[in-house]
C-alpha cells in the first residue's frame, strides 16, 4: 500500500513542520549556548575581563552569524576553484 504524502490531512502536515522546526531551533539554540559557556570558560582560564554577560552573549552571536558568512564564501570559492581545476585538466 502506496502512502502519498500529498493526500496528509492539513492538522498532519502541520504537525510534521512544527516538531522539525522545533528541532532545528533547538539544534541552534544549543550549540549557541555551547560556543557561549566556552567562551566563558575560554576567558575564565585565559584571564580575559569583560564588562558584562550580554557583551559576551553579543560577541557569540556576532561570531556566529561571521562565521556563518564565511563559511559560505569559503564553499563557493572551493566550488570555483575546484570547477576550474577540472575543466583545465579535461582541456
Known sequence: MKHNPK?????????????????????????????YFGFIGLFNLLGIHYDDFNTLFMFTIFYC???????????????????FKVKKMAD
Open 7 to 35: 493526500k496528509l490531512p492539513l492538522r498532519l502536515k502541520a504537525l510534521i513542520i512544527s516538531l522539525i522546526t522545533i528541532v532545528v531551533i533547538a539544534t541552534v539554540l544549543m550549540t549557541i549556548g555551547a560556543l
Open 65 to 83: 552569524a561571521f562565521s556563518l558568512i564565511g563559511e559560505v564564501v569559503l564553499k563557493g570559492f572551493i566550488y570555483v576553484v575546484h570547477y
